[in-house]
């Protein structure tokens, strides 16, 4: 909440007094007259926002880069999350430890409330649907892409999925191939599907990070990519 203005008491104004004569039959009747000039009240301008606190996460037990800057959807991605927290994560991303405390960046300052419109008794208040959560495992990142398939229209099955992965990286989502072709041309091949980076780029499903590393991204990417070529991942039994 934005801090509130300190307001100084309006300043008297110098009273002065005067005579005026009120007539009475004959006699005449000397009566005070009370004047004020008039005063004026200064309001100081408000007192600045307060800059925001960067924004932190306490490392816990199983937590990877990728899922901490997937959940508080960190701009940049891991990688980003990554460059920020060097100095206390060292030279390995994929070694985090528990209790690490870890800067994602700085929120921007809060909106002033909105005057309601409405009173109490006449406003309900819609719970927010809780967020599904997802574990940071293949299992959870399958589930995790298969749901942002639904959304998009994207054809694919847990299996096809599963099936895939295993061959192309065995479940790591940090394999890399550096022999092949396409390494051989500069485009070595990526991630839990091994997805080159032009095809990741033009099958990237929105909403998913833009880094091919990233286990839900890489997936998404690969599925919409077969869907196109293959009609489905399902379809997919060598390589593509």
Known sequence: MPAK???RRPKSGSLHRGLAAAGTGGAVLV????????????????????????NTHVVVAGESLSKIAREHSV???????YEDNRDVLGDDP???????????GKKGAAEPAKKATASPASVKTAAAPAKKSYTDDLDGWIKESLDIMARHGIPGTYEGIHRNIMRESSGNPWAINNWDVNAAAGTPSKGLLQVIAPTFTAYHVPGTSTDSFDPVANITAACNYAADRYGSIDNVNGPY
């Open 31 to 54: 009566l005070p007259v009370l004047g004020a000039t008039t005063a004026g009240a200064a309001q100081a301008a408000p007192a600045a926002k307060a800059a925001a606190a960067p």
């Open 94 to 104: 994929k070694l985090i430890h528990p209790g690490l405390k870890l800067t994602l």
């Open 5 to 7: 203005g300190k307001h």
């Open 75 to 81: 701009s940049g991605g891991w990688k980003k999350l």
